[in-house]
């Protein structure tokens, strides 16, 4: 059931409850495909998709979106490249909004707990997530074997924060 979660995506009332909550319109989905994307602007992570900007998400600076406008910034991993979106976050001294599991044991999570400015986790009983089934979004079902969790990770300096 959990074996092709890369291609899951956070279902459109997650997605702009979200957005509410943080009084945000999120512009660039730093690590999706065509079919899983939550913005129009997009970046995955590789540049198969002629649809997606950059080489991959890991080329490009998140502070700014391809036409070089500064990014709100979405992202929900493949868990195998958490580590490596909390160090992006960190070279690129920016802020993303990410949709991880909660994972303490992980030895990135130190890294991402010194940047994380606020964390949520979704209520018990809600299934945030949806997949492809047979050409159509359907909600993924059954308990899952993480807790899925929402970060705001900011790493700007104090003066780039606060201007």
Not at 20 to 25: E, F, I, K, R
Not at 121 to 138: A, L, N, R, V
Request: proline share 6%; hydrophobic share 40%.
């Amino acid at each position: 059931k959990e074996a092709g979660r890369d291609d899951w995506r956070l279902v459109a009332s997650c997605f702009a409850q979200l957005q509410d909550l943080l009084g945000v319109v999120f512009t660039v989905d730093r690590m999706a495909t065509r079919a899983n994307k939550r913005c129009k602007q997009f970046c995955s992570n590789s540049s198969v998709d002629p649809e997606c900007f950059g080489d991959s998400a890991f080329s490009v600076d998140w502070r700014v979106d391809r036409f070089g406008h500064p990014a709100i910034n979405y992202c929900f991993p493949p868990f195998s490249l958490i580590q490596r979106v909390v160090e992006h976050v960190k070279e690129c001294q920016t802020w993303v909004t990410i949709v991880i599991p909660w994972w303490p044991s992980q030895h990135w999570w130190v890294k991402l707990v010194a940047m994380c400015q606020s964390m949520w986790k979704f209520p018990k009983g809600t299934m945030p997530f949806e997949t492809i089934q047979d050409g159509e979004w359907t909600a993924v079902e059954g308990p899952l074997s993480f807790e899925p969790i929402v970060c705001v990770l900011d790493a700007r300096t104090h003066t780039q924060r606060y201007s």
